[in-house]
């Protein structure tokens, strides 16, 4: 039997809450952006500099987290067998996958 991996709205905006990213959440068909201030197994508390927005989890339909950081050192993809794998990113700003063929 073939190990799977579910991919929950509460997985993505933990990952961007740990990683420090921005998200942008759509409820009732309106994008709202901020950084994750708070998260529990009900609710998003998203952030701003000007405001706090207090969501249902069950509110929201899909969740988008930047792919990628100018500013990141590494950034987390998944390979052929769904596993997380780290990048390191070059000096040209790109990022190289370990076994990756140039």
């Known amino acids: 039997m073939h190990g799977s991996t579910l991919f929950t709205v509460g997985t993505a905006l933990r990952r961007a809450e740990d990683n420090h990213l921005p998200v942008e959440v759509l409820v009732h068909g309106q994008w709202l952006r901020?950084?994750?201030a708070g998260l529990d197994g009900?609710?998003?508390?998203?952030?701003?500099h000007a405001e706090h927005s207090v969501i249902r989890l069950d509110s929201i339909c899909a969740v988008r987290i930047p792919e990628t950081m100018p500013d990141a050192p590494v950034a987390e993809?998944?390979?052929?067998?769904?596993?997380?794998a780290m990048a390191a990113r070059e000096e040209d700003g790109?990022?190289?996958m370990p076994g990756a063929a140039v």
């Not at 009900?42 to 701003?48: E, K, P």
């Not at 993809?77 to 997380?84: I, M, N, R, S, V």
């Open 34 to 36: 901020g950084n994750v």
């Open 42 to 48: 009900h609710g998003l508390i998203l952030s701003t």
């Open 77 to 84: 993809t998944f390979d052929e067998q769904h596993q997380l």
């Open 94 to 96: 790109s990022f190289a």
